[in-house]
């Protein structure tokens, strides 16, 4: 079955830089389309970044210059670029895949930047 495992979050400082990647398996992922996205405590879960299977990409305006969305379809493996984090950017952050009509979710992984 489709598996995604995020890694990379931590803790980190206003002004710091963090990757994440997320590693898919059971599928094909050359032909999915990725995002991220992420949820703050009480509030709903929120589009960050995608990238389509040919590589073109979109950002959320909160994100737009600070962030960059990749992927290596040799390692079945999409990327998040964190640079310049605000204490606003602490959210756990989910990677998602859309394989034609079906999407799937990552278990998450915790981002928290401290003022």
């Known amino acids: 079955q489709v598996q995604l495992v995020e890694s990379g979050g931590a803790l980190v400082q206003a002004g710091g830089s963090l990757r994440l990647s997320c590693t898919a398996s059971?599928?094909?992922?050359?032909?999915?389309?990725m995002g991220w996205y992420r949820q703050a405590p009480g509030k709903q879960r929120e589009l960050v970044a995608r990238?389509?299977?040919?590589?073109?990409?979109a950002y959320a305006d909160s994100v737009e210059g600070r962030f960059t969305i990749s992927r290596d379809n040799a390692r079945n493996t999409l990327y998040l670029e964190m640079n310049s984090l605000k204490p606003e950017d602490t959210a756990v952050y989910y990677c998602?895949?859309?394989?034609?009509?079906?999407?799937?979710w990552g278990q998450g992984t915790q981002v928290t930047v401290s003022s």
């Open positions: 998602k895949a859309t394989v034609i009509t079906y999407d799937y």
């Open positions: 990238i389509s299977s040919t590589g073109w990409t």
């Open positions: 059971g599928m094909t992922f050359r032909l999915a389309a």
